[in-house]
């Protein structure tokens, strides 16, 4: 398998303008996660979805974010309008059940610059 | 609240050395605890899991124990090597899916 895939690695784009991330989650896996890292505050989980269905969405910042997950191979997280603040990597992870096993893996990551 | 902690920040140490990285955690009642190692630019690789019912994983040079009554876990890396320069994250899954990631700790093996 190909792993998660994540596009773009890299995204500059100036405030105010729509960013669109894309995730591919490893085949047959049945969660999705969005995680978003920056030196002050780590890793933190943003949103995530069982069966293609948005289950937590308690990690989204603020109204700007939006994520969907139209099937099970794909998904986007949307900043709209982007400030500076939100210049971060954004990583897509995925995995395979619940419980005690369900181990995580991450994608490469897309890290946005908003100017 | 759930936390996980890990101590030192950065470690730098020379190569052929045994080590051990430290992580713990506040509430005992978890699913599994994941180690994670992340290169500069990059994602994060996932090293070992423990599963709540487990006391520890190895997978080469590295053995991942996990001591739930004490809130600790200890990921050993037996005859570092430069390669193995890089960040060490732990993760803890308490609930539901949500894993809560420790701050890392910065290794350098010194040639």
């Known amino acids: 398998d190909a792993g998660v895939i994540q596009s773009p690695r890299h995204e500059v784009t100036e405030m105010g303008q729509e960013v669109t991330l894309r995730c591919k989650p490893i085949?047959?896996?049945?969660?999705l996660f969005w995680y978003r890292q920056t030196m002050m505050r780590g890793l933190e989980l943003l949103i995530y979805?069982?069966?293609?269905?948005?289950?937590?969405d308690s990690g989204m910042p603020e109204d700007r974010f939006s994520a969907k997950m139209p099937n099970a191979s794909f998904s986007t997280l949307k900043i709209q309008p982007s400030e500076p603040r939100d210049s971060a990597v954004y990583f897509c992870?995925?995995?395979?059940?619940?419980?005690?096993?369900?181990?995580?893996?991450f994608g490469e990551g897309s890290r946005l610059t908003v100017l | 609240k759930q936390e996980v902690t890990q101590i030192p920040a950065a470690l730098s140490v020379p190569e052929g050395e045994n080590l051990v990285l430290n992580c713990s955690f506040t509430?005992?009642?978890?699913?599994?605890l994941q180690w994670f190692r992340q290169d500069p630019g990059k994602g994060l690789t996932s090293l070992l899991l423990?599963?709540?019912?487990?006391r520890e994983q190895t997978s080469g040079r590295l053995n991942a124990s996990l001591d739930k009554s004490s809130g600790r876990s200890t990921l050993y890396i037996a005859a570092s090597q430069p390669g193995d320069s890089a960040t060490y994250l732990c993760?803890?899954?308490?609930?539901?899916?949500?894993?809560?990631f420790g701050q890392g700790t910065r290794l350098t093996i010194n040639p």
């Open positions: 992870a995925s995995s395979l059940g619940a419980g005690e096993t369900g181990e995580l893996f």
């Open positions: 085949s047959g896996h049945d969660y």
């Open positions: 979805f069982n069966n293609n269905v948005p289950i937590d």
């Open positions: 509430d005992s009642a978890i699913y599994n």
């Open positions: 423990i599963q709540s019912s487990q």
């Open positions: 993760a803890v899954k308490w609930g539901a899916q949500k894993l809560v």
